[in-house]
């Protein structure tokens, strides 16, 4: 059986969206894990990540969600769609700077990973 031209284009889209699946996926947890990182050095009573770092994960990955790039999409930072309100973008900054180095000691798979696509994207 050949699945023809067409049938393979439908199956190399399936494959990208799976691709793309995984790497929201991927990217939510590099996020999570950044912030909870930051969250544990810098505000945490007991309760990590705290209320207001949850609320910053929760609009992270709605917008993750949310963003129109997600089959082909650069790292947040090199977005040309600013899609983070003001004070959150300063927020999420803040973490990014924070925990985004030191991310290869508490993450190296995760941090490896943003590293490589950042690559990709010639971002450095
Ligand atoms: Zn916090």
Not at 8 to 14: A, N, V
Not at 17 to 35: P, S
Not at 90 to 105: E, F
Request: charged content about 30%.
């Amino acid at each position: 059986m050949c699945p023809g031209k067409k049938g393979f284009k439908l199956f190399k889209m399936y494959q990208d969206k799976k691709k793309a699946k995984k790497r929201l996926a991927r990217e939510k947890a590099a996020v999570k894990a950044m912030i909870v990182f930051y969250c544990k050095v810098h505000h945490a009573k007991g309760i990590v990540p705290c209320n207001d770092c949850e609320n910053l994960i929760n609009y992270a990955f709605l917008k993750l969600d949310k963003c129109s790039y997600i089959d082909n999409k650069p790292p947040c930072s090199k977005c040309r769609t600013h899609c983070y309100s003001n004070d959150k973008r300063n927020k999420i900054k803040a973490v990014m700077r924070y925990s985004g180095p030191r991310m290869l000691y508490a993450h190296p798979v995760l941090a490896i990973r943003y590293f490589l696509t950042k690559m990709r994207y010639r971002c450095f």
